[in-house]
């Protein structure tokens, strides 16, 4: 069982830099736009924010202009005023850096800066985010801004740590296709093939005559007369994460030389970011990232996707757990967490009573140590007048604002004890960058979607509430009972053989269709599929099938029994080698022929789920085979209701998390405390719709 330390010496430093008290171990802040406020209401802010308890805010990530009115002149006093107003109210600064938002001068001055887009538009100023990352000049003036603010505010009482830019890949387009970026990407190239030889091989240029015989002719996808090389592309998003990661790399090394008793960090937009979080968060404190359940659902509403039990708990989850991961289980921070209405033009509601408070406890209780809501006050003025804050566009106090206070002050309550107790993981979920932009590239089938896969595992297999890691595909894997793999289309020698050893060694390893088609240069295996883990799973795959109206369905082995599944979008037809059969498809030229397939090596297990099941159907295969595996549900829960269990040596606090708007009921075993309230629980007890019980063994 991996069991990760939430424990992290920098959390109390950063706390008690912070000024706060003692019982504090964590930061609760807010974010803040000075620039944005009359400064004679910085005074009644501060107070108000240090009412609240708040320790800290994050200010200035968008303030370049206000920072350097013109090239090379800085005026920092104004911050200065503000930092000061805040430490005297006992609030800590997180200081952004702005290179999100280049001024007008800047953008005047150095068009080139401009990210051009997939489509080959240069996008233009007037927005933010319509930088490339690449740019030499963009890049200089970044960190010069930076450092002047290092060398200003580095030894300013006060000021705590850093967020290195703000949200580097999203804007109107994801990645940068400019002519700074094609020379940046054939540097790239010529580090990572060192001939053109073997960037010719690894790629297949041969095809359509793409042979190079220059590094520097090879283009970036835009777009041609026909889809690009899947290697190349494949190596263009790589190219791009890199290169976001390296601008975050060259303000970090000076961050680390102006201010080495600050933290430093950055936020991104987790799951849905095209920088790899493992790359990007590698060298810096801890990972951060932005929030927004509310307007996740109201995103899922506009594609058509209908709602669960949970509204979108599962998927906000699933963000935990991959920003815990990412470093290894140490703690986290939610740079921004949603506190009211949520969006640009069109909008997500105010978040219901109660909500709130449940998205703060669901963070914590998956390792966060840091909740920054967004934003103080609400603009009214700019593109985001509609996204609200905590306090509303009168400055009277928004329907989140007592409920935040209240939220702060229990969690300061809680203790270090609780705070820094383990996460406890029995299962882990495969994330795999290449996989996702590889499937992007090439799905196969219009609506075969990497992120929508892994969330449906991530749903049914949360289910079991036992604790996931979401781990990088050649991460570790012997401390896990069992570890599930959805849509691992490409695989590396490194991570076919840790799942070999994994299994050997008696793990259980769950993947599906799809398994181990590309190499990591994007090319298809030449051996029968599933490739490198052809011995391990025990099946060569006889034919992989699109489906479109004509759909499959399955029928069960008694080890899965359940009612027959729908087979949706997809079938790998499995030919066993060893492996027994779990299920067989009823329709179609391939009926009869086997689904799902269980191979015994060693004394670990290896099922190939060739069918993309219903949901019901998925959900009751996943549990099944967990169940296998060893897992057991700590308690048995309905839908909507999560558990997340925290330990301390022999001590243990369950956090209970009802996400639906109605009380449901629990039944508990044994005899509990509910730290929130002090109140004994057992038997069945009501858990109120939204509420939140943290559970102590008594
Ligand atoms: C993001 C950004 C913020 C702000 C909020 C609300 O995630 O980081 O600057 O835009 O969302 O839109
Ligand atoms: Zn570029």
Redesign the pocket.
């Known amino acids: 069982m991996s069991a990760s330390s939430i424990r992290l010496p920098l959390w109390a430093r950063a706390v008690a830099s912070a000024g706060t008290s003692p019982a504090g171990q964590i930061l609760l802040g807010v ?1 803040y736009y000075p620039d944005q406020t009359p400064e004679a209401l910085w005074e009644e802010d501060s107070r108000m924010m240090s009412e609240m308890g708040f320790t800290n805010v994050r200010i200035a ?2 303030a370049w202009a206000l920072m350097e009115p013109s090239e090379g002149k800085f005026e920092f006093g104004w911050l200065h005023r503000a930092i000061q107003i805040l430490h005297k109210h006992n609030i800590g600064v997180i200081l952004g850096t702005p290179s ?1 938002a280049p001024p007008p001068w800047l953008s005047a001055k150095y068009p080139d800066i401009f990210e051009v887009n997939a489509q080959g538009q240069r996008l233009r100023p007037g927005g ?1 985010r319509f930088t490339c990352p690449t740019n030499p000049v963009y890049r200089k003036l970044s960190l010069a801004i930076a450092t002047q603010m290092a060398k200003k505010f580095g030894e300013t009482e006060g000021v705590i740590g850093w967020q290195i830019d ?2 580097l890949t ?1 804007g109107t387009s994801l990645r940068c296709y400019c002519n700074f970026c094609q020379a940046g990407f054939q540097n790239w190239l010529r580090t990572r093939y060192t001939t053109l030889d073997n960037l010719n091989q690894s790629w297949g240029t041969v095809f359509w005559s793409q042979t190079y015989t220059d590094f520097s002719q090879v283009p970036v996808p835009l777009l041609s007369g026909g889809d690009p090389n899947p290697g190349l592309a494949l190596d263009y998003d790589r190219y791009q994460s890199y290169a976001n990661v390296s601008f975050t790399e060259e303000q970090l090394t000076m961050l680390r030389q102006m201010c080495p008793t600050h933290f430093v960090t950055t ?1 991104n ?1 987790g799951l849905l970011d095209t920088i790899d979080m493992c790359d990007l968060y590698a060298k810096l404190d801890f990972a951060a990232f ?1 929030n ?1 359940p509310g ?1 996740f659902d109201m995103l899922m509403a506009q594609e058509g996707k209908p709602p669960s039990s949970d509204g979108i708990a599962t998927t906000i989850s699933l963000g935990h757990d991959l920003a815990r991961s990412v470093k290894g289980g140490e703690p986290f921070m939610i ?2 967490e949603q506190s009211g209405k ?3 033009r069109t909008f997500a509601p105010q978040p219901e009573a109660g909500q709130v408070r449940l998205w703060t406890y669901q963070a914590v209780a998956h390792g966060a140590m840091g909740v920054n809501y ?2 103080w006050d609400t603009a009214t003025f700019g593109a ?1 007048e509609y ?1 609200h804050g905590i306090l509303n566009h009168d400055r009277s106090k928004s329907p989140a604002y007592e409920e935040i206070r209240q939220t702060v002050k229990e969690l300061k309550a809680l203790g270090q004890e609780v705070l820094y107790s383990q996460y406890a993981a029995q299962m882990a979920l495969v994330f795999d960058y290449d996989c996702s932009w590889a499937l992007k590239i090439q799905p196969g089938h219009y609506a075969l979607d990497y992120m929508n896969q892994v969330t449906s595992w991530y749903g049914a297999i949360s289910a079991s509430h036992t604790g996931i890691d979401v781990i990088a595909p050649e991460a570790d894997l012997s401390p896990y009972k069992i570890v599930f793999a959805p849509l691992a289309y490409v695989m590396s020698e490194k991570q076919a053989a840790k799942i070999k050893s994994f299994v050997q060694g008696g793990g259980m390893f769950v993947t599906n269709f799809r398994l181990g088609v590309k190499t990591e240069t994007s090319q298809i295996v030449r051996t029968p599929l599933p490739g490198l883990l052809r011995d391990v799973m025990g099946v060569t795959v006889a034919d992989y099938v699109p489906i479109y109206s004509a759909k499959n369905a399955v029928k069960f082995a008694p080890a899965l029994a359940g009612p027959d599944g729908e087979c949706g979008l997809w079938a790998d037809i499995l030919q066993p080698t060893g492996a027994e059969v779990l299920a067989s498809y009823t329709k179609g030229s391939h009926a009869g022929e086997a689904a799902i397939t269980m191979n015994t090596v060693g004394s670990g297990k290896a099922v190939y789920i060739g069918a993309d099941l219903d949901g019901a159907s998925l959900a009751r295969v996943l549990r099944t085979l967990s169940g296998l595996a060893g897992i057991k549900p700590p308690l048995e829960v309905p839908p909507g209701i999560e558990l997340t269990v925290r330990r301390a040596g022999d001590k243990q606090w369950t956090f209970v998390l009802n996400h639906t708007a109605v009380s449901q009921s629990v039944s508990i075993p044994k005899t509990f405390t509910d730290l929130l309230t002090g109140k004994t629980r057992t038997g069945k007890i009501d858990v109120s719709g939204y509420g939140v019980e943290v559970l102590q063994s008594a």
């Open positions: 974010d990530e968008f999100a933010r703000n949200e999203l936020n937009v932005d927004y307007f740079m921004e949520a969006g640009q967004f934003r985001e996204w």
